[in-house]
């Protein structure tokens, strides 16, 4: 049975499958959002304190093996993803929700709309790719293997082409911050975080939702990063074609578009909240 854990200070759900970790702000049309590869809302500043905050019930939690939410031994799937979503919307009493799916959230959020469309009302996805022939974001368990300079130089390159090794040499200062960022350890010393981690990488080699997409009949806005060498431009428009309903806009911007200039929530908040198609 589906419970509200109303007794710890932090929020939790404990549905059938996961403990999970979430958080609530604002009021209005229910809106759940998917985070990204290596989400954990203790990082700061998160998705609760965009404008999407101020305009809906915003709904955000940390996804199966990552941050405080469960990290079991097994069961990282695409779909187990998506049903986490659903158990977490029922459990909160929500019947339905628009949805935002961002980069690896945005793989789940495909597969949510696939599976869970009766809870669906419209659709986002920023960063992301179908998989299958229409094209896979890169392969970031690759570089798992490679050493800590190397391995951030590498993500540095995919997260905006238009940087090079010249560029990170002549900026320390951005480099630094970078790393601080993607020091996970420094938020969570749970002992499972490791088989969380790669779970989810594992779960994401395997995404591919192209020959499915036209099953998805709600409308979808797809918002990329003309310099995203993760989820590319390519990929993104192979994504926009095949969706019955997707527009799709591109920013100037790398894979992190969305964080570095604020229109695109104020834009996607428009979408959601607009009779007709995306703005």
Known sequence: MQAINQLN????????NLNIYYEQAGDGVPLLVFGGTGGDLRRKPSIMDTVL????QLT???QRGLGQSEKPADGYTMQAY??????????????????????????????FALTHSARLSKLALFCTAPGGAGGASYPLHE???????????????????????????ANPEFVEMAR?????????????????????????????????????TAPVWLAGGAFDGIATPQT????????????????QGGHLFMTEDAQPF?????????EGKAP
């Not at 200070?9 to 059938?16: A, D, E, L, R």
């Not at 104020?266 to 607009?274: G, I, L, M, Q």
């Open 180 to 216: 601080a960022a993607s020091n996970r350890a420094a938020f969570d010393d749970d002992p499972h975080r490791e088989r969380g981690a790669i779970g989810q990488f594992h779960a994401r080699a395997g995404h591919d939702c192209w020959a499915a997409l036209g099953d998805i």
């Open 60 to 62: 955000c939690h940390d």
């Open 236 to 251: 993104m428009q192979n994504m926009a074609t095949r969706l019955p309903h997707g527009q799709l806009t591109f920013y």
């Open 82 to 111: 998506a049903d986490d979503g659903a158990n977490l919307l029922e459990a909160l009493g929500i019947e339905r929700a628009h949805v935002l799916g961002l980069s690896f959230g945005g793989m789940v959020a495909q597969h």
């Open 266 to 274: 104020k834009d996607v908040a428009d979408f959601f909240s607009s």
């Open 9 to 16: 200070i932090m929020p939790f759900v404990s549905t059938q």
């Open 143 to 169: 570089l798992l293997d490679l050493d800590e300079e190397t391995g951030l130089r590498t993500r540095l390159k995919l997260y905006d082409t238009r940087l090079d090794d010249a560029w990170i040499d």
């Open 53 to 56: 905050a101020r305009r809906f």
